[in-house]
């Protein structure tokens, strides 16, 4: 079991910047993708940012341009780096990981318990 634990969520105004980490029990170097999602009250779950073992990374449009995924082997966590806030980007942000094991080739997802975005002045 992989064990996620989301923090850096908080309360800030618009056109603020605000830093999302994810910190992993195992090796991320060992994970086939790590991603976080958001959900807004009263809507569904959407992906927001990607970034796969090898690095490549992958944006939902809105967030182009202004949210950044990067990772740090090191220390075994991913980080969500968010500028320009809006209002519209308050939700719960949550971290997932998405792993292929081998030789069993079962994939696997493990989920964080989300942290609190509020845009707001």
């Known amino acids: 079991q992989v064990q996620l634990v989301e923090s850096g969520g908080g309360l800030v105004q618009p056109g603020g910047s605000l830093r999302l980490s994810c910190a992993a029990s195992e090796s991320i170097a060992s994970i086939t993708a790590m991603s976080w999602y958001r959900q807004a009250p009263g809507e569904q779950r959407e992906l927001v940012a990607t970034?796969?073992?090898?690095?490549?990374?992958s944006y939902a449009d809105s967030m182009k341009g202004r949210f950044t995924i990067s990772r740090d082997n090191a220390k075994n966590t991913v980080y969500l780096q968010m500028n320009s806030l809006k209002p519209e980007d308050t939700a719960v942000y949550y971290c997932?990981?998405?792993?292929?094991?081998?030789?069993?080739?079962?994939?696997?997802?493990?989920w964080g318990q989300g942290t609190q975005v509020t845009v707001s002045s």
């Open positions: 970034i796969t073992s090898s690095g490549t990374t």
């Open positions: 997932n990981a998405r792993a292929l094991r081998i030789p069993s080739l079962r994939i696997q997802d493990y």
